[in-house]
Each structure stands twice: as C-alpha cells, then as structure tokens.
C-alpha cells in the first residue's frame, strides 16, 4: 500500500514564491536570477507562520514554504467534544519542512484504498490545531466518494495530488491550513480546509475550484462546503454541508 514511488515522479507543485524542488534547483542552476519577492501578506486572522529557508532543512533538502505535521485520529465512540479531549486523541506522526522530509513519511503511509476504516490522516501547518474551534471563520471543502471494488484508484491518486498540492503550495494562499483523509466504513472523503472567510466570502470557491483542478477531477464534480461555525454547533465535518457543482469554468 505505499505510494512512495508515484509521489517521487511527481514532485510538489511550485509554491508561489519557489519552494518546490524544481524552482530550488533552477535557482542554484542560474545564480543570477533577480530575488524572490516577497511573500504575500497573509489574510486578516491568519497566523503569522515563520517561513523555511535552507538553513533550517539537511544539506541538499529543498525546503518547502511552511513546516508541516502529520497526525492520526481514530473515530471514537466516547466524548471527545471538548477540544482538549479531542487533541489528547490526535497521534502524531512527524513533522517535515522539506520535500524529502515528506517523501520519508511518505513512504511509511498506506493509501486511502488500504487505510484502517475509521480513521482519518491530517496534514496541517505547523503551529496549527487540527480542530475546528482553531477556525471559527473557516471552512472546508470535501469530496466524499463510496467504496467500490473500482474505487481505488481514484481516491488513491485524488488524496496523493491533494497532499502534495498543499504542502506545493498549489493554491497560491497561505489561507489553506491543511487537508484530511477520512477513511470510513462506506465512503473515503477528502477535505481541505481554509482559515478564514471574514475578509472575502468568495474566495473559497477559488479554493475549491483549484481543489478540483488538483485532485484532476471531471466536469461537474459533486463538492460540499462546510463551515466550522456549523460545525461547532452540530459536531459533524459533513453534515448539513451544502453542495456545490464544480463545472470546470468557476461557475
């Protein structure tokens, strides 16, 4: 159930100011190139996240933008309501800031099709609480999709093009906090989460046209939104979301 060889051929999308390992290689094959720029201020509400540079990652690494971390949670059958509660419950797997930090955890993940039922993978900036009271003004965009025994390639490849889509930087926004892997019983769901809403309400559906555009999606794919608000209040990622038909031309 490892994917490490297909993630190798297909490195994480260029990050918008040259973190992925091909922006990185062609600026020290051209050292004349003019600095980077700077990097977009982030939107209201965002935390300040420290940026990775070459003297934070091993000798030959190539950075990527942020430092992220890898966490398992299992769904259980208790109260875990309480914020605190549901942390305590989070196993944390690693943290990498580098696109071979990543490729080594990598390796060590089974793949959506193979993950244990009931469990779900996060991949979040770090610093950041996988929760959703870590975002009241947010949101996430999921993409559920039933098992079959035909299935498996598809959530495979969308959860493979969906992590290296958010650690590449892939959505141009510092806005996206992190995505999810939801491995239940019936269904594998994909979500992706955004920090904030307040500053422009429209700009998640930019974020979930790109996710569709990612995960390499066809035309009027089925997407559902929803609000952490809501989320807080009926304690459920899924329920009450509202549908979205993704067409393709930002409609």
Same mark, same amino acid.
């Given at each position: 159930g490892c994917a490490v060889r297909s993630a190798r051929a297909r490195p994480p999308a260029a990050a918008p100011h040259g973190g992925s390992a091909a922006a990185m290689a062609e600026r020290e094959a051209v050292p004349d190139e003019p600095p980077a720029e700077d990097p977009p201020e982030a939107p209201p509400g965002l935390k300040a996240l420290p940026r990775v540079s070459e003297e934070d990652v091993p000798a030959g690494h190539h950075p990527l933008e942020t430092s992220w971390t890898l966490w398992v949670d299992k769904k259980s059958t208790g109260d875990r309501r309480a914020p605190t509660a549901y942390m305590e419950g989070l196993r944390h797997v690693g943290t990498f800031n580098s696109v071979e930090g990543?490729?080594?955890?990598?390796? &060590?993940? /089974?793949?959506?099709? #193979?993950?244990?039922? %009931?469990?779900?993978?996060?991949?979040f900036r770090t610093g950041m609480s996988p929760m959703? $009271? @870590?975002?009241? +003004?947010?949101? &996430?965009?999921?993409?559920?999709?039933?098992? #079959? #025994?035909?299935? +498996?390639?598809?959530? +495979?490849?969308?959860? @493979?093009?969906?992590?290296?889509? &958010?650690?590449?930087?892939a959505f141009a926004t510092p806005d996206v906090v992190g995505c999810v892997l939801s491995s239940r019983l019936k269904e594998i769901a994909i979500s992706i989460w955004n920090n904030s809403? #307040?500053? %422009?309400?429209?700009?998640?559906?930019?974020?979930? $046209?790109?996710?569709? $555009?990612?995960?390499?999606? *066809? *035309?009027?794919?089925?997407?559902?939104? /929803? +609000?952490?608000?809501?989320?807080? /209040?009926d304690y459920s990622t899924y329920r009450n979301a509202q549908a979205y038909i993704m067409r393709g031309d930002g409609s």
């Open positions: 990543f490729l080594q955890l990598w390796a &060590c993940l /089974k793949r959506p099709s #193979s993950f244990p039922r %009931d469990h779900s993978l996060l991949c959703w $009271e @870590e975002f009241p +003004d947010g949101g &996430c965009w999921n993409y559920r999709m039933r098992r #079959s #025994s035909e299935t +498996d390639v598809l959530p +495979d490849m969308a959860w @493979e093009s969906m992590l290296i889509g &958010c650690i590449g930087e809403n #307040s500053a %422009d309400p429209q700009a998640r559906f930019k974020i979930g $046209e790109r996710a569709r $555009e990612v995960m390499k999606l *066809g *035309g009027n794919a089925l997407m559902e939104y /929803k +609000d952490f608000q809501s989320s807080i /209040k």
